[in-house]
């Protein structure tokens, strides 16, 4: 959170003249650290998060595709700007967006509102979340499976799960990447749809993300260098955040726009509410 903190007053008092580059850096190093998290945790354990979040990401995820779509043309919100939005908040955020924009082929305005959006809203889950679950009374099972299903960007989710605690991370993590799996599917929709002969990237990460917890499981003896492997996934984690920071400005928050902020704001509160509200009534578990 400190790290994101210092980010933001960056991004607010001073222009990132590497704006483009620390981006970019950012998404790599997120997942060099995601990877890097897999040594600290047990393949089982992570095949089981895996398997019983399935249907429930499959579930929230069509549930708020239709919701957030629904939201765009209430609120008269630009097309492709509502999409982009929409899957962000379904599936994985920025990475989503990063992955369908190519396929829709927005304009510079709806990227940036879409984007901003995105960004102001993890920022505001990093350190609302904590504070709700512990205000609560959650378990780290129910936090973790709660920030992965409502929390946007893999970096805010592990962030906020991590701050809880580190059986909150271990769920939180595994039920995000699964949940970040359906970029696949969705894309390859999307691009039928409009169709587009724009190349879906798969999230290859997730996979040594897996082999980083097998070498974990079946390798014991390495359990000391698996530990700074997990601890360098942590700093690393920090910087993401920091650099993810930089780019709140202003500019980005303005850049959002009342229309495609207040359908961010309402799909994700739904989402947060009901999701919530299920893990509360033992409707999800793990």
């Not at 929409?86 to 304009?107: E, L, Y």
């Not at 990460?205 to 000391?224: D, R």
Request: net charge positive; aromatic share 10%; hydrophobic share 60%.
């Amino acid at each position: 959170m400190l790290a994101l903190v210092c980010g933001i007053a960056c991004g607010m008092l001073f222009t990132n003249p590497f704006d483009k580059l620390s981006r970019n850096l950012a998404k790599w190093l997120l997942q060099f650290s995601v990877v890097a998290l897999g040594f600290g945790m047990n393949l089982g354990e992570v095949a089981h998060a895996g398997r019983a979040s399935f249907v429930y990401t499959a579930i929230g995820i069509t549930a708020a595709m239709a919701m957030g779509l629904m939201l765009g043309k209430i609120l008269k919100v630009q097309s492709k700007a509502a999409f982009l939005i929409t899957a962000g908040t379904a599936i994985c955020g920025g990475s989503a967006i990063a992955a369908i924009a190519p396929i829709t082929n927005p304009n510079e305005e709806e990227l940036a509102m879409s984007l901003g959006t995105i960004f102001t809203l993890n920022s505001v889950a990093l350190f609302a979340f904590p504070a709700i679950g512990l205000a609560l009374h959650l378990t780290q099972t129910q936090f973790g499976l709660w920030a992965a299903l409502a929390i946007h960007d893999t970096s805010s989710v592990v962030g906020a799960a991590a701050k809880f605690g580190p059986q909150a991370l271990a769920i939180g993590t595994v039920v995000k990447l699964t949940r970040a799996l359906w970029i696949v599917p969705v894309a390859l929709l999307t691009a039928a749809a409009n169709k587009s002969a724009a190349r879906v990237k798969l999230p290859w990460f997730i996979l040594f993300f897996c082999l980083a917890a097998g070498a974990k499981t079946f390798f014991p003896g390495a359990a000391v260098w698996f530990q700074k492997f997990t601890e360098a996934g942590h700093l690393g984690l920090a910087l993401t955040l920091f650099l993810i920071g930089t780019g709140i400005s202003v500019k980005t928050v303005r850049q959002a726009g009342g229309r495609v902020m207040a359908q961010g704001v309402l799909l994700w509160v739904i989402v947060a509410s009901v999701s919530l509200l299920a893990i509360r009534a033992n409707w999800i578990s793990l």
